[in-house]
């Protein structure tokens, strides 16, 4: 059987304070006070995005010449036919946990997701485009991964009430969703909601495949290349039923900047603050596995 591949790339700058996007199409400017603001690139067009990420060789050659650095618990062998090849991106040294995505009782993952306890977020999540989805899911409350806490516990991801009386233990190593209430920034989807569909789709509403994203960056930019990438891979796989659209959403984290803020919140003493590193910059690469035809 010949498998032959198309990879495309994106990234998009997400703007975090003092860097904070404009509405203006130039990638830096400068405002009083010597401040500047990083702007998010103008999203293009289908015909223009599809040539951008025509730099396929380059993409994968990125997925699976890196190597990881960082000790982990375990490995992505119960769900790596997410990735490409069966090959996960490589060169994350961060203190970093491979998570398979379980959840309900389907005793398969959903997706994969590589999160690194240091940041609190995910560095990025594995998953397969599901191209009978449509509507979009009623906004809910995100779970946590209880093995993050205790190897032991369920494998599955619950919700946070379920762990009420433990977490402070919880909070340890991963995100709660009180550390992104009031503090400007949505819990952004990696996998994105939009290209799931039921119980897949409910599962991308974990903290494990979240990361802090401006709620203007997340609801207006991120939102319209999320929609750009499904009209593509829509439009692809009308042209080609059989090929498998293999992609990964992931981070980057910036040095120093972390949510909630005490100066500028409330500065409720009782609260966590600095706790969840805010991205820079957001990106997603995508592999085209076509099962006969080297051409597509």
């Known amino acids: 059987m010949v498998v032959a ?92 946990k491979k998570i398979c995505q379980y959840y309900g009782n389907v005793p398969d993952p959903r997706y994969a997701s590589l999160y690194s306890e240091h940041h609190r977020i995910p560095l990025y999540s594995a998953y397969i485009f599901n191209r009978g989805c449509s509507s979009s899911p009623d906004k809910q409350s995100f779970f946590i991964e209880p093995q993050l806490y205790d190897i032991n516990e369920d494998r599955r991801m619950r919700p946070e009430v379920d762990f009420k009386s433990k977490v402070n233990q919880i909070k340890e190593n991963q995100a709660i969703n009180e550390y992104y209430k009031h503090t400007g920034y949505d819990r952004g989807h990696l996998n994105p909601n939009s290209f799931q569909c039921g119980d897949s789709r409910d599962a991308t509403f974990t903290l494990t495949n979240a990361a802090p994203m401006d709620a203007c960056f997340n609801r207006v930019q991120w939102h319209q290349w999320e929609s750009k990438v499904k009209e593509m891979l829509t439009s692809e796989l009308k042209d080609s039923p059989s090929a498998t659209p293999f992609l990964v959403t992931g981070i980057v984290p910036h040095s120093n900047y972390r949510i909630p803020r005490k100066e500028e919140s409330d500065q409720d003493e009782l609260r966590d603050y600095e706790k969840v590193t805010v991205p820079s910059h957001v990106w997603t690469a995508l592999c085209f596995a076509h099962p006969t035809d080297e051409e597509k």
């Open 5 to 96: 591949m198309s990879c495309y790339f994106g990234e998009l700058a997400i703007g975090t304070p003092p860097f904070r996007h404009s509405q203006t199409n130039k990638h830096k400017t400068q405002s009083k006070g010597g401040v500047f603001k990083v702007t998010v690139p103008q999203i293009p067009l289908l015909s223009e995005l599809k040539s951008i990420m025509f730099l396929s060789i380059l993409v994968c050659v990125l997925l699976g010449a890196l190597h990881a650095q960082a000790e982990v618990v375990s490995t992505f062998n119960d769900c790596n036919y997410f990735f490409y090849k069966e090959t996960e991106p490589r060169g994350m040294s961060q203190n970093t």
